[in-house]
T-cell receptor, first 112, second 114 residues
Framework: GAGVSQSPSNKVTEKGKDVELRCDPI?????LYWYRQSLGQGLEFLIY????????KSGLPSDRFSAERTGGSVSTLTIQRTQQEDSAVYLC??????????FGSGTRLTVV | DQQVKQNSPSLSVQEGRISILNCDYT??????FLWYKKYPAEGPTFLIS?????DKNEDGRFTVFLNKSAKHLSLHIVPSQPGDSAVYFC?????????????FGKGTTLSVSS
């Protein structure tokens, strides 16, 4: 597609359940990033994939969070045993280099 | 500790006037700065950027100024229009650190009234 696609756009889940968020980057973009925006907060960096290099996981808030990028394209962010503080908008971005991010519209996650 | 700070959570401006959004940073390794604009229910979109070798970059109604000694940058919008009402995020990167993701501030909500 022409842009970064994220699914689902909205997700409501019960506390303790696992969720998977998907990101389809722009074709050919080698870099892919996950950020989240909690209520009243800025964009918090979570994880960064660049080509075949090992991902930069330094922003993941706990070991309940993990992400993978298959075939250098689609990425999945998994949150295990969700907690209410995980509620946020999760944004994915891709870029052809380290700059020039294009963001998706995000997945709004609500943990009840 | 926040490396990129936007100390004003909101700004209200009348249509036609200048909007000035400010951003401060603490990491002296940052050498590339960007502004993103975000409407509700949409992802942020790139607005304008500046490299540390410059102190000003202009694109139409938008100008970004960089003061490296003060570790401060600002975005000027002239003239402001109601359609500029959005959340503006300042972001920074240290290109010398390969593979560094952008660090964002908390954003400033701009409201332009007609």
């Amino acid at each position: 597609g022409a842009g970064v696609s994220q699914s689902p756009s909205n997700k409501v889940t019960e506390k303790g359940k696992d969720v998977e968020l998907r990101c389809d980057p722009i074709s050919g973009h080698t870099a892919l990033y996950w950020y989240r925006q909690s209520l009243g907060q800025g964009l918090e960096f979570l994880i960064y994939f660049q080509g075949n290099s090992a991902p930069d996981k330094s922003g993941l808030p706990s070991d309940r969070f993990s992400a993978e990028r298959t075939g250098g394209s689609v990425s999945t962010l998994t949150i295990q045993r969700t907690q209410q503080e995980d509620s946020a908008v999760y944004l994915c971005a891709s870029s052809p280099t380290d700059y020039g991010y294009t963001f998706g519209s995000g997945t709004r996650l609500t943990v009840v | 500790d926040q490396q990129v700070k936007q100390n004003s959570p909101s700004l209200s401006v009348q249509e036609g006037r200048i909007s000035i959004l400010n951003c401060d940073y603490t990491n002296s390794m940052f050498d590339y700065f960007l502004w993103y604009k975000k409407y509700p229910a949409e992802g942020p979109t790139f607005l304008i950027s500046i490299s540390s070798i410059k102190d000003k970059n202009e694109d139409g109604r938008f100008t970004v100024f960089l003061n490296k000694s003060a570790k401060h940058l600002s975005l000027h919008i002239v003239p402001s229009q109601p359609g500029d009402s959005a959340v503006y995020f300042c972001a920074a990167s240290a290109a010398r650190q390969a593979g560094t993701a952008l660090i964002f501030g908390k954003g400033t909500t701009l409201s332009v009234s007609s």
